[in-house]
């Protein structure tokens, strides 16, 4: 109980915090005034609206009064946060026409995250949103884009039983991505850079609320592949996701589940560190790819005895790890070449290697990228474990 009631405290900081960097942020002399005059916004979704062309937005704004330290008692029966909904012909419209719910205007200087509905991202695709976010002085262009499985005002509405603020609880679950591999995390930047590639087909993070009713949580699974236009056209689910992370050197973290040997049971080995390079070649006028791939792990656990000490074990275990990275990576390639998305960087590695060739090539693209010959390497070390050596199964099976 201590632990969580520790967690809740230091996502309660991170918000004053937060409201501290405004207060200091703001030019000219302050008072309270001043700030009660903003609803600062820590969150956007965006789904269809019943008028075709009009867009519905959520702007999740924080309760100021929640958070000062002499309302905490107060404060007990207050929500945290205001949801405010509105239409409008374009973001910049609907953030106007919020206005006429709120006597405050809305600051998105420390906006943490933009979700998108699948139904809006497929159909209109992204690009008219993006705009006013890129555009305009205030919005950071490090806030996480995300694309929602259902309506996204609903991942707006979900509360966490340890964070109260639904915006920042997701930023937290994108943070916290890293310990499994299943999951990007994109920000507008690098959406952006992708884009303006004209080669790297854009992605990002997909959200879906789990559970049943008032249960419902927020989970991170998976990611949404859009095409050049910045429509969406399909996705990677959570090893296909985990393939191309491996590619691009995104990879931090995660459990790597492989067949112990003998096939007694399974083992859970926690990826250490990788690296991953994309190397072109073209040798008599044929392009080839090769992705390189290094990764250690440890023996995180074992449903079965394992004997640490025998070399042909060891090595066969690594073997099977290396063997799990390639087929995660062949996954994701061979989704990738059905969507006909280069979500790897290929082309962008073919350009900065070969600029002349990447002429000709670029027009065909799209049509060269499926068919393209990649050759996958994966060099992979299993740690020792320091402390236990044998696995306190075998003292089970000798019993």
Not at 97 to 123: G, M, T
Not at 173 to 202: C, H, Q
Not at 325 to 342: F, N, P, V
Request: charged content about 25%; overall charge negative.
């Amino acid at each position: 109980m201590r632990i969580l009631q520790d967690y809740r405290k230091f996502n309660t900081i991170k918000i004053i915090s937060l409201i501290l960097a405004l207060m200091i942020s703001m030019s000219g002399c302050w008072d309270r005034n001043e700030l009660n005059a903003l609803a600062i916004t820590t969150g956007a979704a965006f789904d269809k609206s019943e008028s075709p062309d009009s867009v519905a937005m959520t702007a999740q704004v924080i309760n100021l009064d929640t958070l000062a330290p002499a309302a905490v008692q107060s404060a007990i029966s207050k929500p945290p946060y205001w949801n405010i909904k509105t239409t409008g012909k374009t973001v910049f419209d609907c953030i106007r026409n919020a206005s006429q719910q709120s006597p405050h205007k809305l600051y998105w200087a420390h906006n943490q995250i933009i979700v998108f509905s699948e139904d809006l991202a497929r159909d209109n695709g992204v690009q008219e949103y993006f705009d006013f976010f890129l555009r305009d002085a205030e919005p950071r262009i490090s806030i996480w884009v995300l694309v929602s499985k259902g309506q996204a005002s609903e991942i707006l509405e979900m509360d966490s039983k340890l964070e109260p603020i639904p915006s920042i609880n997701i930023t937290s679950l994108i943070e916290n991505r890293r310990f499994t591999g299943k999951a990007a995390a994109v920000d507008m930047y690098e959406f952006s850079n992708r884009v303006l590639s004209e080669a790297t087909a854009p992605v990002m993070s997909i959200i879906e609320l789990i559970g049943e009713n008032d249960e419902k949580i927020p989970l991170l699974s998976g990611t949404a592949v859009f095409n050049q236009d910045m429509k969406m056209i399909g996705t990677l689910d959570e090893q296909e996701t985990r393939g191309m992370l491996w590619v691009i050197d995104q990879f931090e973290s995660g459990v790597l589940i492989v067949e112990a040997p003998g096939g007694q049971g399974q083992l859970g080995l926690e990826i250490l560190n990788s690296s991953g390079q994309i190397k072109p070649e073209i040798s008599d006028g044929q392009l080839k790819i090769k992705i390189k791939i290094r990764a250690s792990a440890s023996l995180g656990d074992a449903e079965c005895f394992v004997d640490v000490l025998d070399e042909n074990t060891w090595a066969s275990i690594n073997k099977r790890q290396a063997e799990a990275i390639r087929q995660d990576i062949l996954l994701s390639l061979e989704q990738a070449r059905k969507l006909k998305a280069d979500i790897f960087g290929f082309g962008d590695a073919v350009y900065k290697k070969y600029p002349r060739e990447w002429k000709d090539i670029k027009p065909n693209w799209e049509e060269i990228f499926p068919a393209l010959e990649v050759e996958i390497e994966v060099q992979t070390t299993l740690l020792r474990p320091n402390m236990i050596l044998q696995s306190v199964n075998k003292r089970s099976k000798e019993g």
